[in-house]
């Protein structure tokens, strides 16, 4: 059974409520936080790993090894920092068919609704 367009209105106006008052929790029920996190992780470590090339590339021509094993190493680091994170975007991007798509806070509360009338009836 659908909800009416009055019970509608008031989930509505009470996911809004949610989302002035709380916008982190809000962001965080909608998965949009998470992922804006590992898209800066990647940035930031794709940045690090250019100037981890530059070090590298700096401790070759001035024929100083220890500039060049630092520039490895801080290239290396910040490889498994972008593979973490563009691993866990993957991860929370993808939609398989074996897995439920995530459902909104309105979603949930209808179906919540629908259940307590189907407990009602009984």
């Given amino acids: 059974?659908?909800?009416s367009e009055e019970e509608l209105r008031l989930l509505e106006q009470m996911e809004r409520a949610?989302?002035?008052e709380d916008p982190k929790f809000a962001s965080a029920l909608r998965g949009t936080a998470l992922r804006r996190a590992q898209?800066?992780?990647a940035v930031i470590a794709g940045v690090v790993l250019a100037g981890g090339v530059a070090?590298?590339?700096a401790g070759v021509i001035s024929r100083m090894w220890v500039i060049g094993v630092v520039g490895f190493l801080v290239m290396l680091a910040s490889t498994?920092?972008?593979l973490t994170a563009l691993r866990g975007a993957a991860t929370v991007e993808e939609d398989d068919g074996d897995h439920?798509?995530?459902s909104s806070f309105l979603d949930r509360a209808s179906e919540r609704w629908k259940q307590r009338r189907r407990d009602?009836?009984?």
């Fill in 39 to 41: 898209r800066r992780h």
């Fill in 80 to 82: 498994s920092v972008l």
């Fill in 18 to 20: 949610l989302s002035a």
């Fill in 100 to 102: 439920e798509p995530r």
């Fill in 120 to 122: 009602n009836d009984l």
């Fill in 1 to 3: 059974m659908p909800l």
């Fill in 55 to 57: 070090l590298l590339m």
